[in-house]
């Protein structure tokens, strides 16, 4: 007799009416339960049936669920909800009962969802800054400094650092920024010395007194982070304010977009801080005679008038242009090329690149970003062991999979060297699958035909067509 | 009921924060209408490329929602909060009683009603507020602009306004405004439209393709003195070397956000304090002056949905710390 159990949802749920019928017809024995009273123990029954909308229920969380309850992911099943509003009410049972023997006739491979936990180590690319280093410390991940030369490899979930042989769960991408200046400046101003930027300034203020002096800002509109720009709004505050100075600030556009970051705008401007909406390409600068300052010339944006302030000192903010970094020098494999570019994507975890394990952290999102490395970290993820088979008399050895798996899932073992799936890696996307000329490899339970046919066509069909 | 939490809105940040916290706290949600808020009613802004609204982020939190761990009380008003040595009590209009230990504000923000902005031809046909088109770009209102030759957008329509005061800037309708007229462009390339503004305020993550967009379309840094309906088109009057008058076949006001009502009664109610704009102060990770409340999420401030997962992720590590004493 099997035993079968029915999880339903506080959303979608059936009318009881069909069991006893369903029961008595195929000699069944089906419990129906509810997500709040799920039974302690799911290893008892035969297939384990949930009703529900197939966007909840991915694979991942199907993975992930029978990981909890410690079955066989391929007696888990999702009778589609979003279907049933559609099918006819009287044939629904027919079809019901089509899906049930249907998932009962599939055989069970031997397959186990497993919990795979990275290193709790990571390794930031190609350079480690004091922030991040600071913050990841701060939630328990320990860091490794990149050595002069390394390569790197996959070891199941985690990456392999030669020449050490350290594992690292993670791989951050921290990618280095290039600062460049919109308008030039000639070599007789630079002589003045007295073109610096923001950070010397920064320095210098706590030093020294700027009594009477005359300080310009000159600040892009690109490339400038909000960081950068309330370091702006509160230097030439203090300026105005505690040495009486005179602070010019030339800009495209003002930004304060930012947490605060408007309150600390008005400050500034109220407290004298003079702001001028300048047309770059006209903005001239030259010595003065005296060597001791620079005169800048330049055109309002408002009145279009030419005018000419003789400053002291003239900070400047650069724009940042990020660098790309390419990691496929360092890794053994060719899976990775180009540069590696963030992912939106709402299936994958924040800050992910398209490759499993590698994040990208864009500056000023340390915080964000351990945040989201330390639940990587700690959770890992599920993946189902034994269900990609290699039939070792059929492969051979054309290295269609190898050069097609997306994960680098394949691997080239044994003493007959043959194709073998890792099922730490593989993600059950069926590309190895679909392209092996000798249909040696096989994703157990992967077709679509389990659902389709008994849903889509009304259990009318005894085989189907589709198939991944 | 007891709970350690209550988190009095559903939103993007009420369901990150409880999400954070289901496996620390016994927590509860109460909601007016239904989960989702604000993110939920908008659409994806992806054209042929990713576009980085971030829109899709709630589609997570959605699916999650099916494995929640806390309670969530639906359809449900609170009619209102008491404060004793016990905790915090709570009435619902059904009669219901809660008393929790905390409490969180995650009550968000509207969008501005353009009604109000008659000024700038609000309700006249043809003008259209950012809002609305986010929330018909699901239902496809970008092929409604077919035969739209020429289209304005109007940006910081009520926001930055010392007079009205809502002088602060609403940080998501340049981003927003940018992405719908790659939209625009996308679909009906011959469309000329222009961009009147203050600043473009483009910070954050993604910038680099949203200067992209910016420099597609016409940028004229000025605000629009009156929209008036001459023959069918909109007439729009603005100064640049003199006063100049421009027709349009449609136009978009971009209108940032206004605290909800729900943030203005239940602040008041607790006594919180407020900043100048209306929305519930907060002293740095979701502190606000009453001890035992935090808030989170555009109850306090203008932002976006990322920002406000990141806001509501940190606010949750810090009312755990705060509660372990």
Same mark, same amino acid.
């Given at each position: 007799m099997n035993k079968l159990l029915w999880l339903e949802n506080e959303a979608f749920s059936f009318p009881d009416f069909w069991i006893e019928e369903m029961e008595r017809d195929n000699g069944w024995k089906i419990e129906v339960k509810n997500w709040g009273n799920k039974p302690d123990n799911f290893t008892e029954y035969d297939r384990i049936f949930i009703l529900g909308d197939s966007f909840s229920f991915t694979q991942e969380k199907i993975s992930s669920l029978s990981e909890e309850w410690e079955v066989n992911p391929l007696k888990v099943r999702v009778f589609p909800a979003e279907e049933v509003k559609i099918i006819f009410p009287k044939s629904f049972l027919s079809i019901l009962e089509k899906f049930i023997i249907q998932s009962l006739s599939q055989p069970l491979f031997p397959v186990e969802a497993r919990r795979v936990v990275p290193e709790n180590r990571v390794l930031v690319l190609p350079q480690l800054s004091p922030a991040l280093e600071q913050t990841l410390k701060k939630r328990g991940i320990d860091t490794i400094v990149p050595p002069s030369s390394f390569s790197l490899q996959r070891e199941g979930i985690n990456f392999r650092l030669y020449p050490s042989g350290d594992n690292v769960g993670a791989i951050i991408i921290s990618p280095l920024e290039e600062k460049k200046f919109p308008i030039s400046f000639s070599s007789s101003v630079q002589d003045t010395?007295? @073109?610096?930027?923001i950070e010397f300034m920064e320095k210098e203020i706590e030093k020294r007194d700027f009594r009477k002096e005359t300080i310009g800002f000159i600040i892009p509109k690109k490339g400038v982070t909000e960081k950068e720009w309330r370091k702006a709004f509160h230097l030439s505050q203090t300026l105005v304010e505690r040495d009486k100075a005179e602070v010019f600030i030339l800009v495209e556009e003002v930004l304060v977009a930012g947490e605060n970051l408007e309150k600390e705008y008005r400050k500034a401007r109220s407290s004298g801080v003079i702001f001028e909406k300048v047309d770059f390409s006209k903005l001239g600068t030259r010595p003065t005679l005296d060597m001791r300052g620079i005169e800048v010339e330049f055109a309002t944006e408002r009145d279009k008038l030419k005018r000419e302030v003789k400053v002291d000192w003239l900070v400047l903010l650069p724009e940042r242009n990020i660098l790309p970094f390419k990691l496929a020098p360092f890794f053994c494999g060719d899976k990775i090329e180009g540069e590696i570019l963030p992912l939106e994507n709402p299936n994958v975890l924040p800050f992910s690149s398209g490759i499993e394990g590698i994040f990208l952290c864009p500056s000023e999102k340390e915080e964000e970003l351990s945040l989201v490395i330390k639940k990587y970290l700690t959770e890992g993820v599920v993946r189902e062991i034994g269900r990609g088979e290699v039939d070792e008399e059929k492969c051979v050895l054309c290295l269609t999979c190898l050069r097609t798996c997306p994960w680098e899932a394949i691997e080239i073992e044994g003493e007959r060297k043959k194709a073998r799936i890792n099922g730490e890696r &593989?993600? @059950? &996307?069926g590309l190895c699958a679909s392209f092996c000329p000798a249909h040696a490899i096989e994703i157990k339970g992967l077709s679509l035909e389990n659902w389709v046919s008994a849903v889509s066509l009304g259990g009318k069909n005894e085989s189907s067509s589709f198939r991944l | 009921m007891n709970y350690d939490l209550v988190i009095m809105g559903g939103g993007v940040a009420g369901l990150t924060l409880a999400q954070t916290l289901q496996d620390k706290l016994e927590v509860l949600v109460v909601e007016e209408s239904s989960p989702g808020g604000m993110a939920s009613k908008l659409g994806c802004k992806a054209t042929d490329e990713c576009l980085s609204c971030g829109v899709c982020r709630f589609i997570n939190i959605e699916r999650e929602l099916c494995f929640k761990k806390f309670d969530i009380w639906e359809g449900r008003k609170i009619t209102s909060v008491d404060k004793s040595d016990r905790g915090f009590h709570l009435k619902t209009e059904k009669g219901e009683k809660v008393t929790s230990q905390l409490l969180a504000v995650a009550t968000g923000a509207s969008p501005l009603e353009i009604k109000n902005l008659s000024r700038w031809g %609000? %309700?006249?046909?043809?003008v259209y507020s950012g809002w609305d088109i986010e929330r018909g770009l699901n239902e496809g209102i970008i092929s409604s602009f077919r035969d739209c030759s020429s289209l304005a957008f109007i940006q910081c329509a009520g926001s930055r306004n010392f007079k009205e005061k809502r002088g602060y800037c609403s940080q998501v309708c340049c981003r927003y405004a940018l992405r719908i007229a790659e939209n625009l462009k996308f679909s009906f390339p011959q469309m000329n439209i222009d961009f009147y503004y203050m600043d473009l305020q483009i910070l954050g993550k993604k910038k680099e393709k949203l200067w992209k967009i910016a420099d597609k379309i016409n940028l004229i840094r000025h605000l629009p003195y009156e929209v008036k309906e001459e023959g069918g088109k909109l007439s729009l009057v603005f100064e640049e070397q003199g006063v100049e008058r421009k027709s349009y076949d449609a136009l978009v006001l971009s209108v940032g956000m206004v605290p909800s009502s729900g943030t203005k009664e239940i602040g008041k109610w607790l006594g919180l304090n407020f900043d100048s704009t209306g929305f519930i102060k907060s002293y740095g990770l979701g502190h606000t002056s009453c001890e035992g409340v935090f808030v989170c999420g555009t109850a306090c401030g203008p932002k976006d949905i990322e920002t406000t997962q990141e806001e509501a992720q940190k606010v949750g590590e810090e009312i755990w710390r705060v509660r372990r004493g």
């Open positions: 010395r007295k @073109l610096v930027d &593989c993600h @059950l &996307c | %609000g %309700g006249l046909p043809r």
